[in-house]
């Protein structure tokens, strides 16, 4: 399996120009996961999906982040206008759990997009 | 929520063992206590998980006491390219709720020669 694939591996933008962020999900995973991680703020999970529906995205930091999964191969983080604080390397993640109502779960995690907004 | 606590760093020399206790007082009966360790420019990658008394893989071993507020990653004869930040969590995915996925800031273990 290729693992989870992200692109682009670096983008550069100007403040205010929108960032779109792509992911590639582990083939027969049906969980999905974006991350940020900052020096200041280490890692923090934005949103996550559970077959291809947006569960939780209350670490979405603002109205100007939003992220789609139109299907179990591929999902978006948009940023709207972007800004100079948005600049952090991005992670795609994704799991397939174990049986049982609170099961364990490994994540396997895309190399990350480093966005710097100028 | 299981929050949890480890060392901000720590250091090391080659071939040593190195032990990264976690602590996790709040653990809920059926949470799961999971490892991953991160090298610069990469993603998370997992290393081991565990639920109670010892495990062990091929890359480390995981103890966990039998109250459970607390796990160690035991890194046997480490070398230069263990050096790398170490995650520990606790819980995962139920209830629809994102607060046991919560990685922290790590330990960054630092091996020298």
């Known amino acids: 399996d290729a693992g989870v694939i992200q692109s682009p591996r670096h983008e550069v933008t100007e403040m205010g120009q929108e960032v779109t962020l792509r992911c590639k999900p582990i083939s027969g995973h049906d969980y999905l996961f974006w991350y940020r991680q900052t020096m200041m703020r280490g890692l923090e999970l934005l949103i996550y999906?559970?077959?291809?529906?947006?569960?939780?995205d209350s670490g979405m930091p603002e109205d100007r982040f939003s992220a789609k999964m139109p299907n179990a191969s591929f999902s978006t983080l948009k940023i709207q206008p972007s800004e100079p604080r948005d600049s952090a390397v991005y992670f795609c993640?994704?799991?397939?759990?174990?049986?049982?109502?609170?099961?364990?779960?490994?994540?396997?995690f895309g190399p990350g997009t480093r966005l710097t907004v100028l | 929520l299981a929050k949890t606590t480890q060392p901000i760093s720590m250091d090391s020399y080659e071939g040593q063992e190195v032990n990264i206790t976690c602590s996790h007082n709040?653990?809920?009966?059926?949470?799961?206590i999971t490892w991953y360790q991160q090298f610069p420019s990469q993603g998370p990658r997992f290393i081991i998980q565990g639920y109670k008394t010892k495990v062990t893989n091929e890359v480390a071993s995981l103890f966990i006491p039998a109250d459970r507020k607390s796990s160690t990653l035991s890194l046997p004869r480490v070398s230069l390219s263990d050096t790398a930040v170490y995650y520990c969590l606790v819980g995962g995915l139920y209830g629809g709720s994102q607060g046991n996925l919560i990685f922290g800031k790590g330990t960054k273990l630092s091996v020298k020669p």
């Open positions: 993640a994704s799991s397939r759990p174990g049986t049982g109502f609170r099961s364990p779960d490994t994540q396997y």
């Open positions: 999906f559970n077959n291809n529906v947006p569960i939780d």
């Open positions: 709040n653990i809920a009966t059926n949470d799961y």
